[in-house]
């Protein structure tokens, strides 16, 4: 037992006094990624040293537990560690530190299938899959019956498996699986199995697990799954645990951060195009820039995160800031409420007619809303040097929910030169109930009549 | 180690269906089926045959007979090793996925390879009894040989399956070491036509004090002028080299197992 026993602790049979089914301790685990990808024998021979490698952190310090009963979902993105873990929980592979406690028999749903031999039939693929999955061939024998009706293959199963479709392949498997009847269950996407009557029978079946009292521990990528079945998640992040709760919570905070990596995605990509037109203008020696490539640059000035600012200097911007009707600052606001954008201006020259505008845009870069004093025909007169403005703009917030950027700018009458500009200089974020989608909320009626 | 052979025990069903699933696997679709590991061994021997007593004329009488009774123990171990060498890379889905002491996949395919190795004896009796070869004097012995080789063929499959996961060129290397293997030990030659300053050599092998009990169990009973045992103490040594290659194996696996999954 090389560190086997102390890394990993099974208890086959439930400890009635402890109702923990699953506890992780500070594990961590540390992958290491060979530059070669295997040594060969020649190599270890001739050098006489490992070859080098890089260590890659797949989960660091990683502690939860989980109660029996539970329904515990994992989520984050690709890469968090999501699925190390569940191969550690299930012993396949070893923590580096830390240790894993889980509490009765555990089955792990990795892979639907797994072992599967394609030249054997659908009926001698149950035992040997039954079999890997830890199930004895007694009760095989007895459930057979039941694993055939339900995988829905009474048609198929002398037949080889390696004529089955990839969905009869994943319904035996999933068929097999299910008549494992573990206490703690280990599921790894693996429920996006088959049609719809089919996932709706493997909902049903995850569902009377639950009512029955099993523990199970789900990762996916499906949030409306998560939610729905879980009674806690967990949010992995470079395989750190960012938080753990009740599924709402955490999983609007995943689709949060995943917005946000949408979001940052569209900003560099938008940086890589800006630059490519602004290379065919130096390339092309010129100094002008056309009227498309113009319009292609205001769409793209807009960038959610970057800061970007110009204009002459006679006046500078010195603060915006959000606020809702008792004037107090805010960093969110939800559907319906009034508020307001203040912004502060100090004049270093005298300016005649200065326009005051402001945009907000929504992180695709769309402008949702824009409007200056000019527009509006507001005269604004002469301010001197050493004069400081403060502009504020009330509104209603129609939007739907997320996160926008707003712009702020000083220009002089001309309508074509600024004196300051600063582009995305905060954001808002709008709170929305989720009936609608697109940027604004109409406030629409729906009726639907029945003839 | 004792914990270790109690939590396989209890995976002993998923051994026997992984070896029936390894008998299935290889004959299936395959129109003579089963005969073929009947076959395999009996055009190997008709090929030896006639170059060995026809060609070379070694003098041996019934050389098929001869060879035979020493070609199938040694194709238990070299289709042991051979098969066993990619065999946790060759189930990498089981591997990456499911949990079972790793050595329950070497072991299947010894299993299923012993299982054969078992029929062909059974059709080798037969053989015997039409040819009459009084083949039951020392029949006794052969469970306890068979015993004794099962520990050498499992322990030099787990080493190799386990080695061959972070060595991969052992997959090839091992059939040229298998067959200065099979070359090394007398199956196509006798023992006594060794020069007697490489006997110890050829000696050490503890095949060759295997093949030297298989010849004396089957061929020597009708031709006692060759017969004679090994003696005690060379069975010991082969013993003793038996249990050192069990044992490094099982250690070799037991080590490298909890890193297959990343290594895969």
């Not at chain 1, 191969?87 to 580096?96: G, H, N, V, Y």
């Not at chain 1, 005051?356 to 005269?379: E, H, K, P, Q, W």
């Not at chain 2, 009973?221 to 249990?243: C, M, N, R």
Request: charged letters at 20%; proline letters at 3%; aromatic letters at 12%.
């Amino acid at each position: 037992m090389n560190g086997t026993g102390k890394k990993y602790k099974e208890n086959k049979i439930k400890n009635s006094s402890d109702d923990t089914a699953v506890a992780v301790k500070s594990v961590t685990k540390r992958y290491r990624i060979h530059h070669e990808k295997i040594p060969s024998l020649k190599q270890t021979i001739l050098k006489l040293k490992r070859t080098t490698y890089e260590e890659f952190l797949a989960l660091d310090d990683v502690s939860f537990s989980i109660k029996h009963g539970e329904t515990c979902g994992i989520i984050g993105p690709n890469g968090s560690g999501k699925s190390t873990l569940l191969k550690m929980l299930a012993k396949i592979i070893q923590p580096t530190s830390g240790e894993i406690i889980v509490n009765g028999p555990l089955s792990a749903l990795l892979e639907l299938g797994a072992g599967f031999h394609p030249d054997l039939t659908g009926r001698e693929n149950i035992y040997i899959n039954a079999a890997i999955l830890g199930m004895k061939r007694k009760d095989v024998d007895r459930k057979l019956n039941d694993i055939i009706g339900f995988s829905e293959l009474e048609r198929f199963i002398d037949m080889p498996v390696k004529n089955y479709s990839s969905g009869m392949y994943m319904r035996l498997g999933f068929s097999v699986a299910i008549n494992v009847n573990p206490d703690i269950l280990l599921v790894d996407e693996v429920l996006a199995v088959g049609d719809q009557s089919f996932q709706a029978k493997c909902y049903k079946v995850i569902y009377n697990f639950m009512k029955s009292g099993k523990t199970i521990i789900i990762v996916s990528h499906d949030l409306e799954t998560i939610s729905d079945l879980c009674s806690k998640v967990i949010f992995l992040k470079d395989g750190k645990i960012i938080d753990i709760g009740k599924p709402l919570d955490i999983v609007s905070k995943y689709r949060a951060y995943i917005e946000k990596l949408e979001k940052k995605r569209i900003v560099e990509q938008q940086r890589t195009e800006r630059k490519k037109i602004f290379k065919t203008v130096i390339e092309g020696n010129r100094k002008v820039v056309d009227g498309e490539e113009i319009s292609r640059l205001s769409n793209l000035s807009i960038d959610g995160e970057t800061i970007n600012r110009f204009g002459s200097g006679d006046a500078e911007i010195t603060s915006i800031g959000l606020f809702n009707k008792s004037e107090r600052v805010i960093d969110y606001c939800s559907y319906g409420d009034e508020v307001k954008i203040v912004c502060k201006v100090l004049f270093k020259e005298n300016v005649e007619e200065p326009i005051f505008g402001i945009r907000m845009a929504d992180y695709r870069g769309n402008i949702v809303y824009g409007t200056n004093s000019r527009l509006r025909n507001v005269r604004t007169g002469l301010f001197k040097k050493g004069d400081k403005a403060t502009v504020s703009f009330f509104f209603k917030v129609i939007l739907i929910g997320g996160e926008y950027s707003v712009s702020f700018a000083v220009g002089y009458n001309d309508n074509k030169t600024y004196c300051d500009w600063i582009n995305n200089m905060f954001s808002i974020n709008v709170m929305h109930r989720n009936i609608a989608e697109g940027i604004a909320d109409l406030d629409s009626e729906m009726i639907i009549e029945k003839k | 180690m004792i914990k270790n052979f109690r939590t396989l025990f209890s995976y002993r069903e998923l051994l026997f269906s992984l070896t029936r699933k390894e008998l299935k696997v290889k004959y299936r679709g395959s129109a003579l089926g089963f005969l073929w590991s009947l076959l395999n061994p009996i055009l190997t021997m008709l090929v030896y045959s006639f170059v060995f007593s026809i060609v070379l004329r070694a003098g041996i009488q019934e050389f098929a007979i001869f060879l035979i009774c020493v070609l199938l123990p040694f194709n238990f171990l070299s289709n042991s090793v051979n098969y066993g060498t990619g065999s946790i890379i060759g189930n990498s889905n089981l591997v990456n996925k499911i949990y079972f002491p790793r050595e329950i996949i070497p072991l299947s395919i010894v299993l299923a390879n012993l299982f054969n190795f078992l029929l062909e004896l059974a059709a080798l009796f037969i053989v015997l009894g039409i040819l009459r070869y009084p083949f039951y004097i020392y029949l006794y012995l052969l469970p306890v040989v068979i015993f004794i080789q099962f520990f050498l063929v499992v322990g030099m499959t787990l080493l190799v399956s386990a080695l061959n996961v972070f060595f991969r060129d052992l997959q090839h290397l091992i059939t040229i070491i298998m067959m200065v293997w099979f070359f090394g030990t007398p199956v196509i030659y006798p023992l006594s036509m060794v020069p007697e300053k490489y006997q110890f050599i050829i000696k050490i092998n503890p095949m060759t004090i295997y093949t030297a009990y298989y010849r004396n169990i089957f061929y020597f009973v009708k031709y006692p002028d060759g017969a004679g045992f090994p003696s005690v103490s060379e069975t010991l040594i082969a013993i003793g080299i038996t249990l050192l290659i069990f044992f490094v194996g099982y250690f070799v696996f037991k080590k490298l197992e909890p890193r297959f999954a990343e290594e895969i």
